[in-house]
């Protein structure tokens, strides 16, 4: 038979299938058309079965896929806090700028909770987290593996089951990074010694957002706890560390490194923390129950003097000043080549940029040996507002950077009192930002910020002096005495703990009441107006003149 005649029979149905393989196709096509709503049912009981088992392994597997889970906030969830850190560094400089570490954390769990999420800026997480039970000491187990999310800085575990809450855990993380030249974090930098060679050195900067750089950490202001550190470096060349602490012991391995041993510090910010590895020289002077030191490199290191001679006298005026004493037993200055700000107030270890603190009778002028002494009075009034009382978030940063800044000009007029310094205060601060006030780029003191960038922008002279004539205004406003008070009042109160305004004008308020100044407003009522509003305020006044 032909191929046309064929394909026309078995197409009008005029002869039996000319196939084995066609009457089976008949016989399927013939089941299926008989029992299609069986068929119809088994089909969609397999794909309900099918997307059931897809989702338990996207939520087993993938929780962090979630947009509105924790780790995609600007903010760690407030569900830990810590309380203690141990950190060991293992740092290398050339040539190769490097460290290891790790880091122990001990923190409460405040609220129940199967996740942990701390800071990691860069690290590279060597090895798989661990977290211990110290109610019994038994290791934690999670079946999933721990998740980096570098957008937010973010090291997130997923557990399998709860945090008790109100139990203390330990978390323990190994990690790597690089010693880079950025300026932030652990960074690397050097100068050009007499010889000729290049002298490397490792320091420290890690306000605002960059204590994740050095160790995986609950980097935000308010989660204060107590660090414990533990440097090994080289120690040839007379290379040593300075930290916050005083150092309890070093132990040399005989062949050019060094273990150094630091006090564990007292309860403070992340930010606060500090490191330099050098071979830095210096000098000392022994005041009262405490060391002041200031520290640079061989050959400058009487540039630095002027610092070190007023350093002592001003840090015992703002004790009395504060009504608290100094809570450290030493205080370092160091002045290193390459520097992000000016300076950096760490807790018994300031770091400058060495330009702005050197000062030589026969090479400078008095502008010159001015700007030494605020910047050193600055920094020392941040060792009682910033460090021992920190505002709660950054959108209070006027809080540090004003106080300092009007601290700042007591502590010059006790060192050299024939400046009569009160005089510039309007002319050097207050005058010079009214006008940057009025442009449309300006910004509120009390500023709300989310991310690194935001903060960063709130280091500008609007937080700096016009949160210091702010306060200067306040003084004049409550009376020296009763401002003085409240502010007493407030640093007794929040001492290592962190604050906002809000709790400052309670306070200064309280002591407005005490001194019975009833006729005088409520000061928040009065300083909203002036720390939430851009510009500077209009007062109309109206004189009535009698006839």
Same mark, same amino acid.
Request: hydrophobic share 40%.
């Given at each position: ?70 780790? =995609? #906030?600007?903010? +760690?969830?407030? !569900?830990?806090? $810590?309380?203690?850190?141990?950190? *060991?560094? @293992? ?27 701390? =800071? #990691?800026?860069? +690290?590279?997480? !060597?090895?798989? $987290?661990?977290?211990?039970?110290? *109610?019994? @000491? ?28 109100? #139990? ?380």
């Amino acid at each position: 038979m032909a191929k046309g005649e064929g394909y026309e029979l078995a197409q009008s149905g005029d002869g039996p299938p000319r196939t084995q393989t066609a009457r089976s196709g008949n016989r399927i096509l013939d089941f299926i058309r008989e029992h299609i709503l069986i068929v119809v049912i088994v089909a969609t009981l397999i794909l309900i079965i099918v997307t059931i088992v897809a989702v338990l392994v996207v939520q087993g597997q993938c929780r962090y896929c979630d947009s509105e889970g924790p780790w =995609n #906030s600007t903010r +760690l969830p407030e !569900t830990l806090l $810590p309380s203690y850190y141990n950190v *060991s560094l @293992d740092v290398f400089l050339d040539p190769d700028f490097y460290f290891n570490g790790n880091v122990s954390i001990t923190f409460k769990a405040v609220e129940a909770t199967d996740i942990v999420i701390v =800071n #990691s800026k860069l +690290l590279n997480i !060597t090895a798989e $987290p661990k977290l211990t039970d110290l *109610s019994n @000491d038994l290791s934690i187990t999670y079946s999933r593996k721990y998740k980096l999310f570098p957008k937010r800085n973010y090291l997130v575990i997923f557990l399998d089951d709860y945090l008790e809450k109100g #139990s203390e855990y330990q978390l323990y993380v190994e990690f790597k990074g690089l010693l880079d030249d950025t300026l932030s974090g652990l960074y690397r930098s050097s100068y050009k010694a007499g010889d000729g060679k290049t002298r490397w050195l490792a320091s420290t900067q890690l306000q605002a957002t960059d204590a994740r750089k050095v160790f995986p950490c609950f980097d935000e202001p308010a989660m204060k706890a107590r660090f414990e550190l533990y440097v090994t470096h080289r120690s040839d060349s007379d290379y040593t560390a300075i930290s916050n602490m005083p150092i309890v012991n070093t132990i040399s391995d005989g062949r050019g490194r060094q273990l150094t041993v630091f006090e564990p510090t007292v309860k403070m910010s992340t930010y606060l923390l500090a490191l330099v590895i050098s071979d830095f020289k210096c000098n000392k002077n022994n005041i009262g129950n405490y060391t002041f030191r200031i520290c640079a490199r061989s050959g400058i290191l009487e540039a630095f003097q002027y610092g070190l001679d007023i350093g002592p006298t001003v840090l015992q005026h703002f004790e009395h000043l504060y009504g608290v004493k100094f809570p450290l037993q030493k205080m370092d200055m160091v002045a290193v080549p390459d520097f992000n700000a000016g300076a950096m107030e760490n807790w018994g270890l300031i770091i400058y940029r060495e330009s702005r603190i050197v000062y030589e009778q026969d090479k400078h002028s008095i502008q010159d040996k001015l700007k030494v002494n605020l910047i050193v009075s600055h920094e020392l009034a941040h060792q009682w507002f910033g460090n021992l009382v920190t505002p709660k978030w950054w959108t209070d940063l006027w809080l540090n950077e004003g106080f300092a800044t009007f601290i700042s000009y007591k502590g010059i007029n006790i060192t050299e009192p024939e400046w009569k310094i009160y005089s510039l205060f309007y002319v050097r601060e207050y005058y010079e930002v009214m006008q940057l006030d009025s442009l449309i780029s300006s910004h509120p003191l009390h500023q709300k910020v989310d991310d690194a960038d935001q903060i960063a922008e709130l280091f500008d002279l609007i937080s700096y002096k016009k949160g210091a004539g702010v306060i200067t205004m306040l003084g004049k406003f409550l009376g020296l005495y009763t401002f003085s008070k409240g502010l007493r009042d407030y640093i007794e109160k929040y001492q290592y703990e962190s604050a906002d305004q809000d709790d400052l004008m309670k306070s200064l308020d309280e002591a407005r009441l005490d001194d019975g100044k009833d006729d005088i407003p409520e000061v928040k009522l009065v300083m909203d107006g002036w720390t939430k509003h851009l510009d500077i305020r209009l007062l109309l006044l109206k004189i009535k003149i009698p006839s």
